[in-house]
Structure formats: C-alpha cells, structure tokens
C-alpha cells in the first residue's frame, strides 16, 4: 500500500476517532452515557495508535524527525492522562483535570493532521489527486 493512501487512512481515523471521543467526552462531562466509559477508553487508545503509525511514516519518510519524535511524546502524555484522569484531583476541581484532557485531546488531534500533513507534502502525495493514489 502506497505511503500516501497509508497516511489518508490513517489522517481519516484520526479526525472520525477525535470526533467520536469528543462526543463521548461531553457527553461523560454532562453526566450521561457513563457507561461508554471502557469505549471512550479504547478508542483513546486506537487514536494513539493512530499517532504512533504516523510518527512511524514519518520517521521513514524523513518527514521532520524532531517534529514526529515531539508527536510521539504528546501521545504519550495524552496516554498517560486518559488512563489516570479519574485519579488526578478528584472532588469538585476535578473539572479542572477534564477541561486539561480535552485540551490535550484537541491538541493531538491537530498535531495527528499537521503530521499527516508534513508526510504528504514531504513525499510528493498531492492534495486530493486520484493520479497520487
């Protein structure tokens, strides 16, 4: 499979999974739909899986190792405060902790596309064009 299908796939997954956890996420922040929780979960962890493929074509397409290592170390911290949110302040701050999530989230999302955007432009995949695929 060609690089840049690879990276439009995954670049696809990355906003539908983003999407699909931001929706979840407001949803747990307005008291709703708490037993979704383990989904909310595994989708994060699918999306950072998404990340670490990018950062992976990245890295052999030498499309800015320095920017794809920086990935990486987001997906971590995003990993890490997935799986220790609900044990990070709790009590009536704790809303705190959700909104530092959400940023971070967000954050990654954006960080997801401008990688994808980096491979593409760095290994010829034109924008859109059905002659790149």
Do not use: N
């Not at 052999?60 to 320095?66: K, L, N, V």
């Amino acid at each position: 499979m060609k690089r840049t299908v690879l990276v439009l796939i995954v670049r696809g997954l990355v906003s539908l999974l983003g999407l699909a956890l931001i929706v979840l996420g407001v949803l747990f922040w307005t008291g709703r739909a708490l037993e979704l929780l383990q989904v909310h979960m595994l989708l994060g962890a699918l999306f950072v899986v998404c990340l670490w493929v990018l950062v992976g074509l990245a890295l052999s397409a030498r499309a800015g190792a320095a920017f794809a290592l920086g990935v990486f170390v987001w997906s971590l911290i995003v990993l890490a405060l997935g799986m220790t949110q609900l044990t990070l302040w709790p009590g009536p701050r704790h809303w705190i902790v959700e909104a530092v999530h959400l940023l971070v989230g967000l954050i990654a999302i954006g960080l997801g596309h401008a990688l994808a955007g980096r491979i593409r432009r760095l290994t010829g995949g034109a924008r859109g064009s059905a002659s790149s695929v």
